[in-house]
């Protein structure tokens, strides 16, 4: 069984949800201390959502320096997988592990809803998706928009690395003004991915997105069974 | 006591929403002359001691690797303060 550590940061709040996730998914969840340089061995690291330390100065800068993160950085480069769920994401930005940055809301607003989204790319913890497939994931955020300068959007573009992207109705707009409609992106590697919505919130049936998604509302099982699958393999 | 000012602006090409919502606001006041705002941060760093040019080398380095994320921000300013001057106000009393 696949042993996936999920830290747990001070003002982390989706910790727990993720743990049950990848117990849903068939792994092992392990708690990582925020405060330990230790990852435990574990075969896959979460880092959360929430409003690590308060979001001060800005979102997940402080956590980036963490002491878990330590050894982190140097797995991911080493081929560990590491999944970012929204606050999650903005720390992996913030420790240049993922290119980029997460600012606020284009239309100022917190944004929770039940997101269409297109999976693009296989990684580590998308391989279980067809390519171009559909799914409904909760999104909430406050600080979702994606930005990197243009040459970095076109190398994601170009190399296959934007991993999820917001299903726009025609003429619409997506739900936080992140550049090209980017919802989550992956290192070259494949290993490191980072996403705003929150898979680890549709894994269930009856506690994830509307049966009025057109969904069953487990959407997001399949990222947790994608990393276990290939710990498996 | 020496004290650095830091301040760091989201770079121009980035939308800065608090700004839009501040510009948003003070016509609303009166403040009819304003056409735009853009929201930053200023840090004030203290040290024991005078603020020498390796102390502002310094504070530049953590303005770069801490205080700012040169994605969506630009440092513009790392500068000593005198620590009456960061208190008083601009009419010349003291908060």
């Known amino acids: ?233 | 006591m020496g004290r650095v000012v830091v301040e760091v602006m989201p770079k121009p090409e980035i939308l800065d929403p608090q700004g839009k919502a501040v510009a948003g606001a003070l016509p609303r006041l009166g403040f009819g002359r304003f056409t735009g705002v853009r929201q930053g941060k200023r840090f004030e760093l203290e040290i024991d001691g005078e603020v020498t040019a390796e102390v502002l080398e310094e504070a530049a380095r953590a303005a770069e690797v801490l205080l700012s994320n040169p994605v969506i921000e630009d440092v513009v300013r790392v500068a000593p303060v005198e620590a009456d001057a960061a208190t008083t106000t601009l009419a010349g009393g003291t908060v």
């Open chain 1, 1 to 233: 069984m696949g042993r996936v550590g999920v830290v747990t940061f001070p003002g982390s709040l989706d910790d727990g949800d993720a743990a049950r996730a990848v117990r849903l998914a068939g792994g092992e969840p392990v708690r990582l201390w925020h405060g330990d340089a230790d990852l435990r061995g574990v075969d896959a690291v979460v880092l959360p959502g929430g409003f690590s330390y308060g979001d001060y100065l800005r979102c997940g800068a402080i956590a980036r320096f963490a002491p878990v993160m330590e050894p982190l950085v140097d797995a991911a480069r080493g081929g560990l997988p590491v999944l970012g769920i929204c606050n999650g994401f903005q720390v992996l930005c913030e420790a240049h592990l993922l290119p980029g940055a997460l600012v606020r809301n284009d239309h100022r607003t917190f944004r929770c809803t039940d997101q269409r989204l297109r999976v693009e790319a296989s990684t580590a913890w998308t391989r279980e998706y067809a390519a171009g497939e559909e799914v409904v994931i909760p999104l909430k955020n406050g600080e979702g928009g994606y930005l990197a300068d243009e040459a970095t959007l076109d190398r994601l573009e170009g190399e296959g690395l934007v991993a999820l992207r917001y299903v726009v109705p025609e003429g619409g707009r997506n739900p936080n003004g992140s550049a090209r409609d980017i919802a989550g992106i992956t290192n070259v590697a494949g290993n490191v991915v980072g996403l705003m919505p929150h898979p680890e919130h549709a894994v269930e049936a009856g506690f994830g997105p509307d049966p009025r998604s057109g969904t069953a509302g487990t959407d997001g099982l399949r990222i947790f069974s994608s990393v276990l699958r290939q710990l498996v393999a």
